[in-house]
């Protein structure tokens, strides 16, 4: 077994579709049902220099003459700046040969010398493979989260006519927030302060003018389009409430319900349930495309995972984020 760092852009169509293979082939041995992308999909998504939270860095693993396991390490460049987000696969027949463990410690030294001293681990399916093998290297658990997703042509479109509570409206674009509403937007965005984040370090963006302006060019460089509904209290025309739908030119089938938040003094009125059913109304009528939308919601955040059942979602599984020490990691 050979360890060696993967350069998607200079990489060969058979070494992205055997990546693609172990990817999917992981993902869904983990959460069956849940589509995948297409491998070109994959392909130009891989092939991107960054990613939304940062730049990303590679390495496989090679046996039998291909590949059987990848890792990712992403180093968040807006915030966060002291962990990295990294996902390893392991092709499912080449399990418990160290190969994982092996992937994992090669990114050590690269975090290292950015000043990383936290991994973090995402949405690893309770019970499966990736929790046992965290738990075995060191990791603890600080967070789970729901998987939600709607299946646009088996929601009855009903579900998303809801009338506005009194005193309210919306408001809707996609790309850029108008210049005379970005103020409270960004506003209204701190709320998501709010959400549970259980034992996580992950923090939230500190949502000014300016991270929602560089959010949206970030989107915009990488090809997504991002569609945003707020609730806007009429009589003081603060932005009461905002939900965020991101699309992504790869995979132009598929919606990710992003940030959904309301302002404190503005909670209780049903207006969570609103722009949410707002958003999918809108969303079908412009991009009838769109078959299905996911969403991850805190495990414990009960009010949202109940205001997405509402709208048609289902919940398809439960993940946890783990986190650790680089320090512990490379002493075990
Ligand atoms: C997690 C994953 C990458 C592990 O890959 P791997 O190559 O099998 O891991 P290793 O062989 O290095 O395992 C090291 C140790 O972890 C523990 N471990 C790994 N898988 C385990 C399992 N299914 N049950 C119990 N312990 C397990 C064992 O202690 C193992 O050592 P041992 O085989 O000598 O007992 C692989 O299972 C996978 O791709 N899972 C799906 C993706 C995922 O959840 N990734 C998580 C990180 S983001």
Known sequence: MDIASFFPARATEREISECYEVSTAAF????????????????????????????????????????????????????????????????????????????????????????????????????????????????????????????????????WRVTAPAGFRTEQWTGAAPQGLVAGYARARTAIMDAPTGESSLRFPDWTVDRVRQHEADLRERGEEQRIVVAVHERTGTVAGLTEMVISSARPTVGYQQETAVLPAFRGHGLGRFIKARQMQWLTAERPEIDWVATNTAADNAHMIRVNHQVGYRTDATVADVEAQIDTLEAH
Do not use: Y
Request: with cysteine.
């Open 28 to 159: 869904s041995a983990d959460f069956p049902g849940r589509p995948v992308p297409s491998c070109a999909a994959f392909a130009e998504q891989l092939r991107m220099p960054t990613s939304l939270l940062g730049t990303q860095r590679f390495w496989v693993a090679r046996a039998h003459g291909r590949i059987v396991g990848m890792v990712t390490l992403t180093l968040p460049d807006r915030e966060n700046l002291q962990l990295t987000i990294t996902s390893v696969r392991v092709a499912l027949g080449d399990r418990r040969r160290g190969i994982g463990t092996a992937l994992l410690r090669a990114t050590l030294p690269d975090a290292r010398t950015v000043g990383r001293v936290v991994v973090t681990g995402q949405g690893l399916k309770v019970g499966g493979d990736g929790e046992k093998w965290a738990s075995s290297l060191g990791f603890g658990k600080v967070q789970e989260f729901v998987l939600q997703s709607l299946t646009v042509p088996d929601v009855d479109p009903d579900l």
